[in-house]
C-alpha cells in the first residue's frame, strides 16, 4: 500500500460510524457523558479499525504486537489514574 493509499484509508475512520455501528451515541461519547463501557467500546473499535489498516499496509507482526503492548499500558495507567482520583 502506498504512503497515498494509507493516508486515504486513514481518513475513513470516522468516531461517526464507529458509534453508529456500536450504537453509541457520539454526541454522549463527545461530551463526557456516556458509561466507561460506552468509551472502552468506541476505543476497542478504533484500535480494531488501525489494526486492520495497518495489517493491509503489511506493517510486521512485530511493530503490531508493540502497539498491543502500547495500549495495555495506556489502559494501565488510566486504571491507575482513575484510582487516584477517587481517592484524591
Not at 16 to 41: A, F, R
Not at 57 to 64: C, G, T, V
Request: glycine share 2%; proline share 0%.
Amino acid at each position: 500500500m502506498s504512503d497515498y493509499s494509507f493516508i486515504k484509508e486513514f481518513q475513513k475512520i470516522k468516531l461517526t460510524s464507529i458509534c453508529k455501528k456500536l450504537g453509541i451515541n457520539q454526541s454522549n461519547i463527545l461530551s463526557g457523558q456516556t458509561t466507561d463501557e460506552n468509551y472502552k467500546k468506541v476505543k476497542n473499535e478504533i484500535i480494531k479499525e488501525l489494526q486492520n489498516l495497518f495489517i493491509s499496509d503489511n506493517l510486521n507482526s512485530e511493530k503490531i504486537i508493540t502497539l498491543y503492548l502500547y495500549n495495555e499500558l495506556l489502559e494501565q495507567i488510566e486504571k491507575e489514574n482513575k484510582s487516584l482520583r477517587e481517592m484524591i
